[in-house]
C-alpha cells in the first residue's frame, strides 16, 4: 500500500470465523482462528504487484449454514512491510468430501 520497496518483508493475516445455522445459533459463539504469513516478493517501488497468499485449509463447515469472518493484518513474525497491507480480494473455496 506504499510506493517503498518491501522484498523480503512479511504481513501476517489473522482469520476469525464462527460458522452457526442462522436459525438458534448465535453468530457470536465459540470463533475458529487460522493465521497465514507471507513475505512479499516484488522488488518495485510502482509495480504494485499483488501477492498472493498461499491457500489455508479451515474446518468446521457446513453445508447450509452461515460464517462469519474477521479477518485482520497482525504483527508478522518477520520484518513487518513499511506501511500497513492492503486486502485487495478474499476467494473462498468450499470442497465437501463425499463418503465412497
Not at 500500500?1 to 518491501?6: F, K, M
Not at 448465535?26 to 522488488?43: K, L, P
Amino acid at each position: 500500500s506504499s510506493d517503498a520497496v518491501e522484498t523480503g518483508n512479511a504481513v501476517r493475516w489473522r482469520l476469525t470465523y464462527n460458522v452457526f445455522n442462522g436459525s438458534s445459533d448465535n453468530v457470536i459463539g465459540a470463533s475458529q482462528v487460522a493465521e497465514v504469513e507471507d513475505t512479499y516478493d516484488d522488488s518495485g517501488t510502482t509495480s504494485r504487484v499483488i501477492n498472493r497468499t498461499v491457500n489455508t485449509a479451515l474446518s468446521g463447515f457446513q453445508p447450509g449454514y452461515y460464517v462469519g469472518f474477521k479477518l485482520e493484518a497482525i504483527t508478522p513474525t518477520g520484518s513487518a512491510l513499511s506501511s500497513e497491507p492492503a486486502l485487495v480480494t478474499v476467494d473462498l473455496t468450499y470442497n465437501r468430501a463425499v463418503n465412497a
